[in-house]
Nanobody, 124 residues
C-alpha cells in the first residue's frame, strides 16, 4: 500500500554534515505529516523534526539551529540537512509518514507507516 524508504545515513566526524532523505510511495492520496525520529543505542525513540502539510515545522530542542527539514509535497519526499553533528546525534533515524490512501472508487482511509531506518554514526 504505502512504502517509506530512508537513505543517507553514514559515518561522519563530529562537526560534520549529513543529509537524510525520506520517500513515500504507493496509492497515496495526500500526505499529512512527515516526521523524523531517532533511536540511540539503549534509548527510546525520540522525535527529531517534522513537517506538516501546511509547511509548518517542528524541531526537538536538541537539534534546533543545526538541523533543517524540507519537504517536496508533489513527490512525497522529505530531506533533513544535519549540520554541526555531535556524538549524541548517533542513532538510527526513522521516517514516519501519515496521510490518506486511496482504497477504492471515492474511498480513502488514513495511514501511518514507518520506514526501515538509516544509521547515523557521529565519531567524536
Amino acid at each position: 500500500q504505502v512504502q517509506v524508504v530512508e537513505s543517507g545515513g553514514d559515518l561522519v566526524q563530529a562537526g560534520g554534515s549529513l543529509t537524510l532523505s525520506c520517500a513515500a510511495s504507493g496509492s497515496i492520496k495526500s500526505v499529512q505529516d512527515m516526521t523524523w525520529y531517532r533511536q540511540a543505542p539503549g534509548k527510546q525513540r525520540e522525535l527529531v523534526a517534522g513537517v506538516h502539510s501546511d509547511g509548518n515545522t517542528d524541531y526537538a530542542d536538541s537539534v534546533k539551529g543545526r538541523f533543517t527539514i524540507s519537504r517536496d509535497t508533489a513527490k512525497n519526499t522529505m530531506n533533513m540537512q544535519m549540520n554541526n553533528l555531535k556524538a549524541e546525534d548517533t542513532g538510527v533515524y526513522y521516517c514516519y509518514v501519515r496521510g490518506w490512501i486511496v482504497v477504492g472508487e471515492n474511498k480513502q482511509r488514513n495511514f501511518g507507516v514507518w520506514g526501515q531506518g538509516t544509521l547515523v554514526t557521529v565519531s567524536s
